[in-house]
């Protein structure tokens, strides 16, 4: 019996269909299959680069009475601008639980990876940000920060924002990108007073030292942190960990070998009473931010199920 051949889609494809997709419930309701034990998500698997500095993750997974499993591979090499090449690389492959056949091939160059991790934390913000006094600051400058403003009218009316990063040119493209936006951006000239001006706090870079520190966190704030998905990154000091009133981790399981609550662990910051999993916020919302004066955190090292439900959307969705 002859099997059909894969649909296979470009960039643009992938981009096109993406215009038409809600994605916010899809994402929520991936991570509540895996905190409802629905979702099988091995271990991530992991490549370091050294010269150039890069790496390459494969995710991987099937979330239960769905008719895909995904392979993903992400790439992420930060020397790439420097030869006219975005950072993000990678595709998504879907095959049929029940066959094993190849269904499809996404080629999105890492695009849906850079999407469904903006996705996720705008998640985060929908449940576990102060609802008053809301100024958004952002550290660092690159793709993911970008998309972070692109998807925050999703859940934030919030036209305040504070940028940071390391160098000015980049800064200043940042905000040149966003040039004829509703939003007010202001360059903040450090990381503290960007921290002092924010109540609301995204983390964004590849960084393997801390960036943002305990003492520069007032009461009130929620810090989302995106860029610490490896066990060697880490862009919040430990002690944040430590002094928040509630951790929450896209993965608990994948949050015991990477990212800031892995840090975290290993300096003995993180009480087990304040750690909760996001399906698990989305399932009952109580158990996120109850007031204003809470510190919440948000640790996302990105899982499999994000891209099985962004991927298996896409396909659902195609139009040829």
């Not at 096109?16 to 409802?36: C, R």
């Not at 993903?72 to 006219?84: L, M, Q, R």
């Not at 929450?248 to 999993?277: F, H, M, P, V």
Request: charged share 20%; with cysteine.
């Amino acid at each position: 019996m002859n099997t059909k051949a894969p649909l296979v889609l470009s960039l643009s494809e992938v981009t096109n269909t993406l215009k038409n997709l809600n994605l916010i419930p899809l994402i929520e309701e991936g991570f509540v299959s895996l905190s409802s034990n629905k979702a099988i998500v091995p271990p991530v698997g992991e490549l370091l680069f050294e010269n150039p500095r890069g790496e390459s993750h494969i995710k991987y997974g099937y979330i239960i009475n769905q008719p895909y499993y995904v392979i993903k591979v992400a790439s992420g090499f930060y020397e790439n601008p420097k030869i006219g090449l975005k950072s993000s690389q990678g595709l998504m492959l879907a095959f049929s639980q029940k066959t094993g056949v190849l269904k499809a091939i996404l080629l999105d160059e890492g695009h849906l990876t850079d999407i469904r991790t903006a996705i996720a934390s705008m998640i985060t913000l929908k449940y576990l940000a102060p609802k008053h006094n809301i100024r958004i600051g952002i550290i660092g400058t690159g793709i993911q920060a970008e998309l972070q403003l692109k998807y925050l009218h999703t859940v934030s009316n919030c036209k305040e924002i504070f940028v940071w990063g390391r160098t000015a040119e980049k800064v200043k493209a940042f905000k040149d990108i966003f040039k004829d936006s509703n939003y007010n951006i202001t360059i903040a000239p450090s990381i503290p007073e960007l921290a002092h001006n924010c109540n609301i706090i995204i983390t964004t870079t590849p960084s393997t030292t801390p960036l943002l520190f305990s003492s520069q966190i007032k009461k009130g704030t929620h810090i989302t942190a995106i860029g610490s998905d490896t066990s060697e990154k880490m862009e919040l000091d430990t002690d944040i960990i430590k002094k928040a009133d509630i951790v929450i981790s896209d993965s608990i399981e994948q949050s015991k070998t990477r990212g800031e609550i892995y840090k975290a662990r290993q300096n003995n910051c993180l009480s087990k009473d304040t750690l909760r999993e996001l399906g698990n916020i989305i399932k009952d919302p109580t158990l996120g931010r109850q007031n204003d004066n809470q510190i919440t955190v948000a640790d996302l090292t990105g899982v499999a199920v994000q891209d099985i439900m962004i991927a298996t959307a896409i396909i659902n969705n195609y139009k040829i």
